[in-house]
């Protein structure tokens, strides 16, 4: 398996700018989740998924994030509009179960800088 | 609530050398507990785990076990390589975790190994 792949991997934009985030889970993964990392605050969940579904969105910093899972296969997170502290590395991860000890699987991130 | 709190970083050291990196944790229970690994400009990656009291997580010559009486997850290596140059960081999932492996992650600390 190819593992998580997000895309795209480095996203330069100015402020006010929407930015859209894509992550592709592991087939047969029925979690998916946002994270973002940051040198301040480290790594912080920021929403996930089940079988497509949002389940816990608690961690969105506020209204101009926004994520969507439209099949299994794909999920966006969108940030609309962008700001200067909104600069960081978002991580998408998948799992195949809920299990407690089970791995949550990570793609290579994006590094998103907005000026 | 449940937080993990790692040893500070940068740990600087000679190849062949011991390493010990220190995990504490506070949280209900008996979380599972996590060490993941992210290389430069990659995601993170599991690198051991434990999901009970006594016992011990191993992987590439990492190992740290699980310590219920001092709350601790220190993760130890008996000879570094300059591969190991990485952020680590410990984790954990609380026992109760509303159906889901929900990661908490401590700081990480940064190794870097010199030859």
């Known amino acids: 398996d190819a593992g998580v792949i997000q895309s795209p991997r480095h996203e330069v934009t100015e402020m006010g700018q929407e930015v859209t985030l894509r992550c592709k889970p592991i087939?047969?993964?029925?979690?998916l989740f946002w994270y973002r990392q940051t040198m301040m605050r480290g790594l912080e969940l920021l929403i996930y998924?089940?079988?497509?579904?949002?389940?816990?969105d608690s961690g969105m910093p506020e209204d101009r994030f926004s994520a969507k899972m439209p099949n299994a296969s794909f999920s966006t997170l969108k940030i609309q509009p962008s700001e200067p502290r909104d600069s960081a590395v978002y991580f998408c991860?998948?799992?195949?179960?809920?299990?407690?000890?089970?791995?949550?699987?990570f793609g290579p991130g994006t590094r998103l800088t907005v000026l | 609530g449940n937080s993990v709190t790692q040893m500070e970083g940068p740990v600087t050291l000679s190849e062949e050398a011991f390493l010990t990196i220190n995990c504490t944790y506070t949280?209900?229970?008996?979380?599972?507990l996590f060490w993941y690994v992210q290389y430069p400009g990659e995601g993170l990656q599991l690198l051991l785990k434990a999901t009970k009291a006594d016992d011990k997580g191993s992987n590439k010559g990492f190992e740290a076990t699980y310590r219920k009486e001092t709350t601790s997850f220190h993760l130890e290596k008996g000879s570094v390589q300059v591969s190991d140059s990485a952020v680590y960081f410990c984790a954990l999932t609380p026992m109760f975790s509303g159906g889901y492996n929900k990661l908490i992650f401590g700081a990480g600390t940064r190794l870097a190994v010199h030859p």
């Open positions: 998924f089940n079988n497509n579904v949002p389940i816990d």
């Open positions: 991860a998948s799992t195949p179960d809920r299990g407690v000890t089970d791995t949550q699987y």
């Open positions: 087939s047969g993964h029925d979690y």
């Open positions: 949280a209900t229970g008996y979380p599972s």
